[in-house]
């Protein structure tokens, strides 16, 4: 049956009245600081109803085109350095590899957290880098660690016996000695570590030198090292007083395994050691330990972490950490100064051992926050960025945004949404997939600062001609 006219406009006015109540109760919500949680909408979000017919695929602006030089890798935005000039040294020591002029390998020391602890974004560069200058090994690795903290893809460790291991983040180590890569074991008793590097295709690797970092202390017991290769040293750790030690030791050729064996007639630590192979190339160490921030870093002996440093006669030292800062008081209180000041005078102690080498700061990558059910941008990571890009100015180092690479605002959330996910569910980590695209796009952005760098040299080179 019809509606008559009279019951059809009754219907229209309760429905007029329903919308100007509901209008009224969602006005009052944002009226009221306490009701904030059931607004219908905050800022960030979208606008109702037309939120449901938006495109959530949404190209990114105009502004995030690709850079001349840099390949397409979506989602992965091009993002060259800042101040790339503070790269110089290393891209010198490059050239000199590949001009034969140097025979000396050229290392990097890329400290982290968990952003790089997993070796996700180091590995692609390293391989990479390997790839056209020289592999010049695996590098600098604890010879024992959790793997809760440190992980090292195709590094096989294989310990037994009486071994105790302290890292940076947890701290408690019986010194303030964490080595490079933050984490250091010691054994009182009868141990053994059998150490080799598993290559993609399931090969081992080889490689024939090593330099050996222990602590010689009064009553220091020995370490045995060994190799199927027929290598047998004995290391006493034993000395008056309590140092550092680098022992440097040539591995019969085609060495492909490590064994390390205490006595038990002392305690002997171990903070780690580097694999190498003899000619030039590029050896790219990972000191990455997960939960790092400049707070465990204080922990390092300022000396002990100079000397670390120097004996490795890196190239570049790269730093690259923040996202465990974000609740830092020194951080969220006023301006963030108090944190840039002690971000500075940390990594100036991580520079003090190769001060004329090149630095390199990475910003932090975008995290996740959620609200209302959705994820948004965490809200403080802008204000991290700027705060460590003032320190790279202030340090006159090169920086890099990597939460650029990710599209900035809202970078999270998009790669969240990406098939596959590029993020883990945690919304502060990045899936083995995005950490690679953003170790690809790293790589990216030093050849191209690489290649201009050749070209402006060959520039200053043609005007100094006759």
């Known amino acids: 049956m019809l509606t008559s006219p009279p019951t059809h406009r ?11 109540l509901f209008g009224a109760l969602a006005a009052e919500t944002f009226l009221l600081p306490q009701a904030r ?3 219908p909408w905050v800022e960030g979000e979208s606008i109702p109803i037309l939120g449901l017919i938006e495109n959530e695929d949404e190209p990114l602006d105009a502004t995030q085109v690709l850079d001349e030089g840099f390949p397409d890798r979506p989602p992965a935005l091009a993002v060259p350095f800042e101040r790339s000039s503070g790269l110089d040294v290393f891209f010198s020591a490059l050239k000199d590899v ?9 290392r990097v020391l890329h400290f982290g957290d968990s952003t790089i602890a997993a070796d996700g974004i180091p590995g692609v560069v390293r391989a990479q880098l390997q790839e056209r200058f020289g592999d010049a090994g695996i590098g600098y690795v604890p010879v024992r660690v959790d793997t809760h903290w440190v992980y090292r893809p195709g590094l096989q460790r294989d310990a037994t016996g009486d071994w105790q291991t302290w890292n940076l983040t947890r701290g408690g180590a019986p010194q303030q000695r964490y080595g490079l890569a933050g ?28 330099e050996l970092h222990v602590l010689h202390q009064p009553g220091g017991g020995e370490l045995s090292l060994r190799t199927p290769t027929g290598l047998r040293q004995t290391i006493s750790t034993a000395s008056e007083v309590m140092r550092d030690e680098w022992v440097v030791v040539d591995l019969p050729s085609n060495t492909k395994k490590l064994h390390l064996h205490t006595a038990g007639d002392g305690p002997v630590t171990v903070f780690g ?32 972490l100079k000397a670390s440093v120097a004996a490795r006669e890196p190239s570049l030292i790269i730093y690259q950490t923040g996202g465990n800062a974000l609740g830092y008081d020194s951080f969220r209180v006023g301006d963030g100064l108090a944190y840039k000041k002690r971000y500075l005078e940390i990594f100036k102690r ?5 001060p004329d080498a090149s630095c390199l700061i990475v910003g932090p990558l975008d995290q996740g926050k959620r609200k209302r059910g959705q994820v948004f941008s965490h809200p403080e990571i802008p204000r991290m960025i700027a705060l460590q890009r003032a320190a790279a100015v202030e340090s006159d180092c090169a920086f890099w945004d990597a939460r650029a690479v990710m599209g900035g605002e809202g970078g999270y959330p998009r790669w969240m949404k990406h098939e596959p996910s590029l993020t883990w569910t945690d919304l502060m980590h990045l899936s083995q997939e995005g950490s690679e ?3 690809q796009r790293l790589v990216d952005a030093i050849r191209v600062a690489y290649a201009e760098w050749e070209h402006s040299k060959m520039a200053v080179q043609s005007k100094v001609q006759p």
């Open 10 to 20: 009754r219907e229209l006015r309760d429905f007029g009245l329903f919308v100007l």
């Open 37 to 39: 949680a059931v607004r």
């Open 98 to 106: 590949e001009s034969q002029e140097r025979t000396q390998a050229v």
């Open 183 to 210: 984490m250091l074991s010691r054994s009182s008793g009868i141990a053994r570590v059998e150490m080799s590097m598993k290559r993609p295709d399931g090969t081992l690797d080889a490689f024939d030198s090593l």
């Open 273 to 304: 050691v580097s694999l190498e192979k003899s000619g030039p190339g590029v050896v790219w160490d990972t000191l990455g330990v997960a939960g790092s921030s400049i707070g465990s870093m204080a922990r390092q002996d300022e000396q002990h």
């Open 350 to 354: 991580m520079r003090a051992g190769a």
């Open 437 to 439: 695209l953003v170790g």
